[in-house]
């Protein structure tokens, strides 16, 4: 629907970057309207893994991830809002930041769902997301969302980065679940961040089973509610001739405007939303979530930081096929942060046996995401996996 659109102002994330002296060079490839795992969906086609051309560079923003993957770029912006930015970020080995909710203004961005949406950061290194992060976070009068001041996340001194707490879960390697490729790397990475920066802490993760599901109720019924917008009146490409009402022509817009993906979402959205269906489906996701939330920052009483893999395997092949729930199900360790508005970072922690990047995450208080920049840094400074390239970049 909006293929040849042209933003009529900045975003204010673009406008701070703007004053603070840096070059824009372009926008980069993501699933439509940001919903998806692969930027399969995208109206321009999938981006190609700098990795291995043959794989999928993650998604949604999959464009910015294998831009900075491939040396295109020092640093590029994406939104997560259940994985985009650090999922990506994980299949091309390079760092990704998505911010506590409230931290970054998000006046220019395309809302998908907004009580999930974060503007997000990716870069080479924990130390550089954590700069590009500093400019474009902080109060907006034009969002009246930013209610997080990053400058006031408490600063740790550096006795503090070798005594923290790090929660983890076992069961994430083992146990009944397929354990998937790479889960060894990011085993084996807890485990030495755990003797770099303090201790680890065995956790039970809360309410995992229904994570996806949850997720998906509230990402899609926001869904539904936000993309009205987009009806041919303004901004879109308008479809249908002359001579039909308005409804029909927005019918025709929408129809012909928006990919499958986004159809289905918008369709399953809206009856989530329907009123014979709210109190079972969205505000059942409702209730889960505030209990997701609860046992999170509960957790984060007894604990520093969380620690977990970013995804359940690397980078999948473009010619894989088609299985809409089981990259749904795949979402299952980022959209935790979502749900509960937490900061979490993914720090590339290893390679797998098939030659592709494997990431690890990180998650914290809302009021910390400064311990996220620090404690990357301290791993960045220990390892090498953010130093390696693929061939060619
Ligand atoms: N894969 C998730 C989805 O499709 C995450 C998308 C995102 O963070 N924008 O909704």
Request: glycine share 12%.
């Amino acid at each position: 629907l909006l293929r040849r659109h042209m933003g009529q102002y900045d975003a204010t994330v673009v406008s701070r970057l703007k004053a603070a002296g840096a070059i824009l060079l372009g926008k980069t490839n993501l699933d439509e309207f940001a919903m998806g795992s692969t930027t399969t969906s995208s109206c321009f086609g999938a981006t190609r893994n700098p990795w291995n051309r043959d794989r999928s560079a993650g998604g949604s923003s999959g464009g910015s991830a294998a831009a900075v993957a491939a040396g295109l770029v020092p640093f590029a912006l994406g939104s997560d809002t259940g994985g985009s930015v650090r999922q990506p970020a994980a299949h091309c080995g390079v760092t990704g930041f998505k911010p506590a909710w409230g931290s970054v203004s998000r006046y220019g961005l395309v809302a998908y769902a907004s009580s999930l949406d974060a503007v997000g950061v990716l870069a080479r290194s924990a130390k550089d997301a954590g700069l590009v992060h500093q400019i474009i976070a902080g109060p907006d009068s034009r969002d009246a969302t930013t209610c997080i001041d990053a400058a006031a996340s408490r600063i740790f001194g550096p006795n503090e980065l070798t005594q923290l707490r790090i929660g983890w879960c076992p069961g994430h390697f083992s146990g009944s679940r397929d354990v998937p490729r790479g889960a060894d790397q990011v085993e084996r990475a807890i485990r030495e961040l755990g003797r770099i920066a303090g201790q680890l802490v065995e956790i039970d993760w809360p309410h995992e089973a229904v994570l996806p599901a949850t997720y998906y109720i509230i990402a899609m019924s926001e869904a539904s509610s936000n993309l009205s917008r987009f009806d041919g009146i303004r901004f879109t490409r308008r479809a249908g001739g002359p001579g039909k009402s308005v409804d029909a022509m927005i019918t025709a817009t929408r129809s012909a405007g928006f990919g499958a993906e986004v159809r289905r979402r918008i369709l399953l959205g809206t009856f989530a939303l329907s009123s014979g269906s709210y109190e079972q489906f969205f505000a059942q996701a409702s209730r889960v979530r505030r209990l997701v939330r609860d046992g999170l920052l509960n957790l984060l009483e007894r604990v520093d930081l969380l620690a977990l893999p970013v995804t359940t395997g690397s980078a999948p092949r473009l010619d894989a096929p088609d299985d809409q729930v089981a990259e749904y199900q795949a979402d299952q360790f980022t959209v935790a942060a979502n749900l509960a508005g937490l900061p979490a970072i993914a720090l590339p922690c290893g390679i797998d046996g098939e030659g592709m990047p494997v990431g690890m995450q990180l998650m914290t208080r809302p009021d910390r995401e400064s311990l996220l920049f620090a404690v990357g840094n301290a791993w960045q400074a220990a390892t090498d996996w953010h130093l390696r390239r693929p061939s060619g970049a």
